[in-house]
């Protein structure tokens, strides 16, 4: 029977203010972010279904081959989204027999489709069948109704479903013999295909990495999983208010914009959760109560972390100002998961860590910091000492920091030196999946057999009487193989409100790179002759999205370092440390660029690069890159005003030298996941985002940020510099 004394010790205990109420808090934030994880549970597989990853959905209206598109209207009002089978060794298998496939695949039912309908009742008309001028190929034609493509069957798009019957059902009718689906619904079914994958696979590489990297950095079999968990219940969250902006149609959401969306919110919320965790053991060593610890440890990261992640949303906020919403569909759902990321990071983390109570120090099992009160030694040498290599490269930076500075602003010079061989021309569609698809396969038989320009040619809407002067002046561009006015079988020229349409047939097919050059080609020769022509079409759209992209540059990469260097003075209290960051960003990023060059170029002999990969990579790697520096110079900023400028950054460099790292390395490999999605532009921002992270983390923030700052002095924390010593 427990003492009366004991009672009474107990009793006391519970009487202390806040003393009851703190694992009631811990629990009930648990509580509500179980519950956030719930609804986000349910709408995790949902995306998909609100999703677009066609091209023409994303330009702005004032595009020039969007007017084209509308004024198309009036003589197609039905628009299609084609799909082209295209046979080979015709004289193997027969030209009947290829009639009898596409007659087959016009009665086949939709699979799944509860109105009972056949394939040939969502085309536009029945399928058409033609044979190449060689006798080798056929060619067949499903023209799928627009508004049908895009309907929902379950979580698959009918589109997906009619595709999936037009191969199994030429299998079945044809054998061994090769056929391919190509074209528009070719391309989107083998496109939606590769993002399936994110769902599962690039969640499970994620977390498998990031797991492995945890459980190397804190040798705890119970740490790692807590971490992890906070970033997934984060992603929940995210999850259910990106899918109803998307579901509302606030944004337009497709599968590049969810894959980014996924790798932010783990790469962040385990940056956040390092940073909190190292600061907490850290704690641990001086206060007795967990509760002291986590609350003293709270409130000096709070400052950083939020600095941090409003850098991000800032920037990715500034991609609204886009005119592709695909890009700026990006910023708020970016914005979205990094506000999860803190807000889990800040509320969920502690609770975990805290589940334990008085106990709590058993998360860290088997390295639970041990409670070292007064008797631990601050002077900077035991700091050096306690931070092991970092200390020693604290050291090192101290004792020649010019040196050090100019050396690493050197290297990532010479690598920046190579940014202008990046090919930024942009790439056709045939060259988006680095793995074998049925669509490319398709387009390679297209393009031998057929005027691979016919399917989808440039279609140029123009007054009846400037069309002669404008299909003469289209027909001598490089590339085009005919240029003529759209007629009807007996009337002649069909001609709507006064205008006709010019149809321009060109070599190559209009998903390749090659046909968005000619297009800018035929607009430069036909707008003199004819300057109210439209150019559209398939290749057209291309062209503009890359053109938008271009320009949207001009205006996004200014604008996210204004925003990024406001919040740097705003944390700093200080505008010469800013500057410092800003510019040893670009410089880093520069560098990156240069690099990815290097390696695309001549390792991997990529094609090209759509130009909003890099354009996205600064977003990340600038917003990103900076919040290393933050966690630095927001310590550096609190031991300075203690230690002085030089002891300060030293501290600084020491003891935040290991999570920084820790953090760098984890976002470095979550975006570097990316990677396994086949498709080019996802490969490629996993490289540059990847690299530059880890540029930032071992050379930026170690090297050339410090050495810069130690270098100039207490001058670097100007106008408020006199308070700090030298």
Same mark, same amino acid.
């Given at each position: 029977m427990p003492s009366l004394a004991f009672l009474r010790t107990r009793h006391n205990v519970w009487m202390q203010p806040r003393a009851w109420w703190r694992p009631v808090g811990v629990v009930l934030v648990i509580l509500v972010w179980l519950s956030i994880a719930g609804a986000g549970g349910s709408t995790f597989g949902k995306l998909s279904?609100?999703?677009?990853?066609?091209?023409? /959905?994303?330009?702005?209206?004032?595009?020039?081959?969007?007017?084209?598109?509308?004024?198309?209207?009036?003589?197609?009002?039905?628009?299609?989204?084609?799909?082209?089978?295209?046979?080979?060794?015709?004289?193997g298998v027969g030209l009947a027999t290829v009639e009898s496939f596409a007659d087959a695949v016009a009665t086949a039912p939709i699979e799944g489709d509860p109105a009972g309908r056949a394939v040939g009742d969502v085309l536009e008309g029945p399928p058409v069948v033609i044979p190449s001028e060689d006798q080798q190929a056929a060619l067949v034609i499903f023209p799928v109704e627009a508004g049908a493509a895009s309907e929902r069957l379950g979580e698959e798009s009918l589109a997906a479903v009619v595709a999936h019957t037009i191969t199994q059902e030429w299998e079945t009718t044809a054998g061994d013999t090769e056929g391919n689906l190509t074209g528009p619904l070719g391309f989107i079914t083998d496109l939606v295909a590769a993002f399936a994958g994110i769902d599962g696979l690039l969640l499970l590489v994620a977390?498998?990495?990031?797991?492995?990297?945890?459980?190397?950095?804190?040798?705890?079999?119970?740490?790692?999983?807590?971490?992890? @968990?906070?970033?997934?219940?984060?992603?929940?969250?995210?999850?259910?208010?990106?899918?109803?902006?998307?579901?509302?149609?606030?944004?337009?959401?497709?599968?590049?914009?969810?894959?980014?969306?996924?790798?932010?919110?783990?790469?962040?919320?385990?940056?956040?959760?390092?940073?909190?965790?190292?600061?907490?053991?850290?704690?641990?060593?001086?206060?007795?109560?967990?509760?002291?610890?986590?609350?003293?440890?709270?409130?000096?990261?709070?400052?950083?972390?939020? @600095?941090?992640?409003?850098?991000?949303?800032?920037?990715?906020?500034?991609?609204?100002?886009?005119?592709?919403?695909?890009?700026? @569909?990006?910023?708020?759902?970016?914005?979205?998961?990094?506000?999860?990321?803190?807000a889990a990071a800040l509320t969920l983390l502690p609770a975990l860590l805290l589940i334990g109570g008085n106990r709590a120090r058993g998360v860290f099992w088997p390295r639970r910091p041990l409670f070292e009160g007064a008797e631990r030694d601050d002077r900077l040498e035991a700091v050096e000492q306690r931070a092991g290599v970092w200390g020693r490269v604290s050291r090192r930076v101290a004792s020649r920091p010019r040196t050090v500075w100019l050396a690493a602003a050197g290297l990532l010079l010479v690598l920046a030196a190579f940014a202008p061989t990046l090919k930024i021309g942009g790439v056709g569609e045939r060259d988006y999946f680095l793995g074998d698809v049925s669509s490319v396969r398709g387009l390679d038989a297209l393009e031998r057999h057929f005027p691979a320009g016919a399917t989808s040619p440039i279609r140029i809407v123009v007054p009846q009487d400037e069309a002669d002067a404008a299909a003469a002046a289209a027909a001598e561009v490089p590339g085009?193989?005919?240029?003529?006015?759209? @007629?009807?079988?007996?009337?002649?020229?069909?001609?709507? /409100?006064?205008?006709?349409?010019?149809?321009?047939?060109?070599?190559?097919?209009?998903?390749?790179?090659?046909?968005?050059?000619?297009?800018?080609?035929?607009? /430069?020769?036909?707008?003199?002759?004819?300057?109210?022509?439209?150019?559209?079409?398939?290749?057209?759209?291309?062209?503009?999205?890359?053109?938008?992209?271009?320009?949207?540059?001009?205006?996004?990469?200014?604008?996210?370092?204004?925003?990024?260097?406001?919040?740097?003075?705003?944390?700093?209290?200080?505008?010469?440390?800013?500057?410092?960051?800003?510019?040893?960003?670009?410089?880093?990023? !520069?560098?990156?660029?240069?690099?990815?060059?290097?390696?695309?170029?001549?390792?991997?002999?990529?094609?090209?690069?759509?130009?909003?990969?890099?354009?996205?990579?600064?977003?990340?790697?600038?917003?990103?890159?900076?919040?290393?520096? $933050?966690?630095?110079?927001?310590?550096?900023?609190?031991?300075?005003?203690?230690?002085?400028?030089?002891?300060?950054?030293?501290?600084?460099?020491?003891?935040? !030298?290991?999570?920084?790292?820790?953090?760098?390395?984890?976002?470095?490999?979550?975006?570097?996941?990316?990677?396994?999605?086949?498709?080019?532009?996802?490969?490629?921002?996993?490289?540059?985002?990847?690299?530059?992270?880890? $540029? /930032?983390?071992? $050379?930026?923030?170690?090297?050339?940020?410090?050495?810069?700052?130690?270098?100039?002095?207490?001058?670097?924390?100007?106008?408020?510099?006199?308070?700090?010593?030298?």
């Open positions: 279904a609100v999703q677009s990853n066609a091209a023409a /959905d994303f330009l702005p209206q004032s595009a020039e081959s969007t007017r084209a598109a509308l004024a198309y209207a009036q003589f197609a009002p039905e628009s299609t989204v084609p799909g082209l089978f295209v046979v080979e060794g015709l004289p977390l498998t990495v990031v797991l492995v990297i945890l459980l190397i950095v804190y040798r705890s079999p119970v740490l790692p999983f807590l971490v992890l @968990a906070t970033a997934m219940i984060a992603l929940s969250g995210a999850i259910v208010a990106v899918y109803a902006m998307a579901e509302s149609e606030v944004i337009t959401l497709n599968g590049q914009t969810q894959g980014i969306m996924f790798i932010l919110v783990v790469g962040a919320t385990t940056d956040y959760s390092l940073l909190l965790v190292a600061r907490y053991r850290e704690e641990l060593r001086g206060i007795e109560s967990p509760y002291s610890a986590m609350k003293r440890a709270w409130r000096r990261s709070l400052e950083p972390i939020t @600095a941090s992640a409003a850098t991000v949303i800032a920037a990715l906020l500034v991609l609204l100002v886009s005119d592709l919403r695909s890009l700026q @569909a990006i910023g708020p759902a970016g914005a979205v998961g990094i506000a999860a990321s803190v085009v193989e005919s240029a003529e006015v759209l @007629a009807s079988a007996t009337d002649g020229p069909v001609v709507i /409100d006064g205008q006709v349409v010019v149809e321009a047939v060109t070599t190559a097919a209009a998903s390749s790179a090659e046909a968005v050059d000619v297009v800018a080609e035929v607009r /430069d020769a036909v707008h003199p002759v004819a300057p109210n022509a439209l150019v559209g079409g398939q290749a057209a759209e291309a062209l503009d999205t890359r053109l938008t992209t271009l320009s949207d540059a001009r205006v996004i990469i200014p604008l996210v370092l204004v925003v990024i260097l406001i919040v740097l003075i705003v944390l700093l209290r200080a505008v010469v440390a800013p500057l410092i960051i800003v510019v040893a960003n670009i410089v880093s990023f !520069g560098s990156a660029l240069g690099l990815s060059a290097l390696v695309f170029n001549h390792a991997f002999a990529f094609p090209g690069t759509d130009p909003t990969t890099p354009l996205l990579a600064f977003v990340f790697l600038v917003a990103l890159g900076v919040d290393y520096s $933050i966690f630095l110079m927001s310590r550096a900023r609190e031991e300075t005003l203690a230690h002085g400028n030089r002891a300060g950054v030293r501290r600084a460099l020491a003891t935040t !030298g290991g999570v920084i790292t820790s953090a760098g390395i984890v976002l470095a490999a979550t975006f570097a996941a990316l990677a396994v999605i086949p498709l080019l532009f996802l490969a490629q921002i996993a490289f540059m985002v990847a690299v530059g992270v880890l $540029i /930032d983390t071992f $050379i930026v923030r170690s090297l050339l940020v410090p050495g810069t700052v130690m270098d100039v002095g207490r001058a670097s924390w100007w106008p408020w510099h006199k308070r700090i010593e030298q």
